[in-house]
């Protein structure tokens, strides 16, 4: 399978293209990550044809709303940055990105708590969104979307990853069109990843998928509807509960001529995992040596961990 492509601000892999002509390289993520993944780079201000350096340009409130302004110049970019930011989206969704990493803070990037600027006098407030990351969230709500600032969470780099791997699962198993077949069968593989994430998923998807085809509607459009509402499901932090309920439905899975002992074992290690006395790798070990001493299939495992874990290097601290 090839590697999912995950699309970056620029300066987040290392190009001096910030305002001040610095880079603020991600390092985890151009260094480490990018071993597994594939980077594609993208800088929405030199893409509307702002130089390195430039003027500052900064989120402003006024009778029009919310705009996008070079204080220096009064300049206007909103609707210049809106008409790049509605091709790019398309372009990278048609590239077939699995997921994005912005940078925080940006007026163009930032996902959450961008400073916005009274038109006149007055303090800014937190709560505006870049315009770039705003119309790519609205226009591709099936594609996992972060800020590096999150990243430093291990629990939230392994999740955000987890979601980008599984979007790449379903890119490849439609590859050669959608039908009810193909898309039951991918709901029926990641089944426990689901549910190792989130209580509600798999019914709901289930449901989903039903509905669907009972309406009419095109495979596509029905696959389409199921990843946006897998990531509107997946876009919370897991539970380590959630985790050990479904390594105990994978365990329950497997060759029942398993001698009860090593059941025993990995049982144990499960539920001293669910205590937080041991780290998720480890009775993941245990049920991937069970998984090929049974004849299991170890994919089941896979959907539970990791999809890079060499890259990461957080899931014994998970």
């Not at 050669?176 to 709901?187: I, Q």
């Not at 329950?252 to 539920?271: F, K, N, T």
């Amino acid at each position: 399978m090839d590697k999912p492509l995950l699309a970056a601000s620029a300066c987040l892999l290392g190009s001096p293209v910030r305002y001040n002509g610095d880079a603020c390289e991600f390092r985890p993520l151009s260094r480490r990550w990018s071993e597994h993944l594939k980077l594609l780079p993208v800088c929405p201000e030199v893409g509307i044809g702002l130089g390195t350096p430039r003027p500052t340009i900064r989120l402003s409130k006024g009778p029009d709303g919310i705009r996008l302004i070079e204080p220096r110049s009064g300049n206007d970019l909103t609707d210049k940055m809106v008409a790049w930011a509605q091709r790019t989206s398309d372009d990278l969704a048609g590239l077939g990105v699995n997921g994005l990493v912005l940078k925080k803070d940006s007026p163009s990037c930032g996902v959450e708590r961008v400073k916005v600027h009274p038109a006149k006098e007055g303090r800014p407030s937190r709560d505006g969104v870049g315009v770039f990351a705003m119309v790519f969230m609205a226009l591709n709500p099936q594609i996992p979307v972060i800020e590096e600032g999150r990243l430093n969470d291990p629990n939230q780099a392994e999740h955000f990853l987890a979601r980008v791997h599984f979007h790449h699962r379903w890119q490849v198993a439609g590859k050669e069109g959608w039908t009810a077949k193909r898309l039951m069968t991918f709901h029926h593989e990641h089944k426990i990843f689901l549910l190792a994430r989130t209580a509600d998923a798999k019914r709901a998807l289930g449901r989903t998928i039903a509905a669907g085809f009972d309406a009419g509607l095109p495979a596509a459009e029905v696959a389409l509807k199921y990843m946006i509402e897998a990531q509107e499901h997946l876009n919370v932090l897991p539970r380590r509960g959630r985790f050990a309920h479904a390594m105990e439905r994978a365990l329950g899975r497997m060759d029942l001529a398993l001698s009860s002992p090593r059941r025993e074992q990995v049982i144990e290690s499960i539920h001293a995992y669910r205590k937080g006395h041991l780290p998720r790798m480890a009775p993941l070990l245990l049920l991937d040596h069970l998984a090929g001493t049974s004849g299991s299939i170890p994919s089941w495992l896979g959907h539970l961990s990791n999809p890079v874990p060499a890259a990461t290097g957080v899931l014994a601290r998970v």
